[in-house]
T-cell receptor, first 114, second 113 residues
């Protein structure tokens, strides 16, 4: 079955530093990858998504590139802000194969200090 | 205005009781889902519905029963509640089952004593 593996646990950074949250996946079918962000006591919401190989997608200063050759979709930002402190989920959906259930990673908690 | 309404926001129940979690979406979506989030298993998929039909059930226990009275409603009935059921339950929707982006409601935080 499909699976998603993320940088586990907690990532702590000082404001202004770059960050990369790792996401790798396994699927037999053509993938659609997502990053969702969940701030404290809020619902998860879409941050960015991609199904195009080797094309960078960006939103709100975050960016990621889907690399099908390495089954990766790492989330990056060049300079984190205090407001980026949140829980980040990488998710996978198949675009074919008949299994459209979204598969989420376990989440990575990002804490940004002043 | 929230497009996916979940009620109640907080719920406290005693062990052995039964509760219903309400979800209504006003996005015009045809697919709806339930997810559970706890410290042990972040964002655990439970059910998916498409056009009011159950498409996928990943919940081992029959104590969890989704109910879809209308296309934009997907309630979750939980019977014989246990302390381990304590979690935040998120309702979500997407345009169709194949449509990729999920939109989440604000969640119902359930505590079972």
């Amino acid at each position: 079955g499909d699976s998603v593996t993320q940088t586990e646990g907690l990532v702590t950074l000082t404001k202004g530093l770059p960050v990369m949250l790792n996401c790798t996946y396994q699927t037999t079918y053509s993938p659609f990858l997502f990053w969702y962000v969940q701030h404290l006591n809020e619902a998860p919401k879409l941050l960015l998504k991609s199904s195009t190989d080797n094309k960078r997608t960006e939103h709100q200063g975050f960016y990621a590139t889907l690399h099908k050759s390495s089954s990766s979709f790492h989330l990056q930002k060049s300079s984190v802000q205090l407001s980026d402190s949140a829980l980040y989920f990488c998710a996978l959906r198949e675009t074919s194969g008949g299994n459209y259930k979204p598969t989420f990673g376990k989440g990575t908690s990002l804490v940004v200090h002043p | 205005d929230p497009k996916i309404i979940q009620k109640p926001k907080y719920l406290v129940a005693v062990t052995g009781s039964e509760k219903i979690l309400i979800c209504e979406q006003y996005l015009g979506h045809n697919a709806m889902y339930w997810y559970r989030q706890s410290a042990k298993k972040p964002l655990e998929f439970m059910f998916s519905y498409s056009y009011q039909k159950l498409m996928d059930n990943q919940t081992a226990s029959s104590r969890f029963q989704p109910q879809s009275s209308k296309k934009n409603h997907l309630d979750l009935q939980i019977t014989a509640l246990k302390p381990d059921d304590s979690a935040t339950y998120f309702c979500a929707s997407s345009q169709d089952l194949q449509q990729n982006t999920l939109y989440f409601g604000a969640g119902t935080r359930l505590s079972v004593l």
